[in-house]
């Protein structure tokens, strides 16, 4: 045991993976000894939420208050800027590893229930890395209470072409509509990517554009796929996710970018962006692909 719990090395084919079991969190993915992921000693704390799972949601709830089955609820405060309950329950939480092979590791968790979220969900994870892919990531969440639940999860992958500048690299992605947010980081109203500088349809250089935004996804089978390009490499991020959240870190050097696949945009438990409801028994799943191919 260490400051991330315990880590898991996985490989198959040109990929190698580094899994800990605090916030399920991915510390490390590698393509052909790329960096793909941004790295992090699996035994410290990360910077953020490197790497780690998101539930019973992602992104903030402002002033952590919120509404379900007409009844009000109050989260502790996480975000001291924006003043918001930020990235769920279980991102600092010990994950238990229930099976592991060479190449895959499932883990699994339960929610704790506290008075601002008194329900019961189990979470489950499963990694497996499929040469010719890359690392697949299925997370699932089950309702084992007898009340309906507001559920919604995401994860907190940062991508990366071994840490070059991604002011240098090209973005590509098929988004053509984004919330605008609030000063507090907290959707207003959905507009044309257009309207934010931030279409990326044709593959362009990123250069010194800043965004901490939530695309939407244009049909809920569509699998849509996130590319950061170099001359060398070609690193994605593929889901089916209805949402996907996009953030340049500053704090990382700019060396990387976060991706992230949501069920629900940030405070959809007031605004019901994506919002699940879970009722007794039901299942979730969230399932998203990093992998990188070379250039020709």
């Known amino acids: 045991m260490h400051l991330s719990g315990k880590t898991v090395l996985l490989q198959a084919g040109d990929y190698t993976a580094t899994i800990v079991t605090i916030g399920g969190a ?11 992921v941004m790295p992090w000693k699996p ?36 975000d001291k800027e924006t003043q918001c309950a930020s990235h769920g329950l279980v991102a600092w939480q010990e994950w238990s590893i229930k099976s592991m092979s060479a190449s895959g590791v499932e883990l699994q968790c339960f929610i704790p229930p ?44 940062y991508i ?23 000063e507090r980081k907290i959707p207003t109203e959905v507009v044309s990517v257009d309207d934010l500088g931030f ?4 593959p362009r250089a990123m250069g010194p ?9 244009e049909g809920a089978a569509r699998m849509n796929t996130v590319m950061l390009e170099n001359k060398d490499l070609k690193v994605y991020c593929k889901s089916n996710a209805p949402f996907m959240q996009l953030y340049t870190p500053d704090k990382l050097g700019r ?28 299942h979730s799943t969230l399932t998203y692909i990093i992998g990188a191919v070379k250039q020709v």
């Open 43 to 78: 035994e410290s704390v990360p910077e953020g939420y490197q790497g780690k799972i998101l539930a019973p949601w992602p992104n903030r709830i402002p002033d952590g208050i919120y509404t379900f089955a007409n009844k009000e609820y109050s989260l502790p405060i996480n």
């Open 114 to 157: 506290q008075p601002g979220y008194p329900f019961l969900i189990s979470l489950q994870a499963n990694y497996e890395l499929i040469e010719g892919m890359g690392l697949k990531i299925d997370i699932t969440a089950q309702n084992v209470g007898k009340e309906d639940a507001p559920y919604g999860i995401g994860m907190h992958p």
């Open 26 to 36: 991915i510390a490390s993915l590698k393509y052909l000894g790329h960096d793909i």
């Open 255 to 282: 060396k990387c970018l976060a991706v992230e696949p949501m069920t629900c945009a940030a405070n959809a438990f007031n605004n019901g962006y994506g919002l699940i409801t879970l009722k007794e028994h039901q």
């Open 160 to 182: 990366t072409i071994d840490g070059q500048l991604i002011d240098e690299c090209v973005l590509s992605m098929p988004f053509t509509r984004a919330f605008a947010l609030s």
């Open 199 to 202: 279409n990326f349809q044709k």
């Open 209 to 217: 554009v800043e965004i901490d935004h939530c695309f939407i996804s």
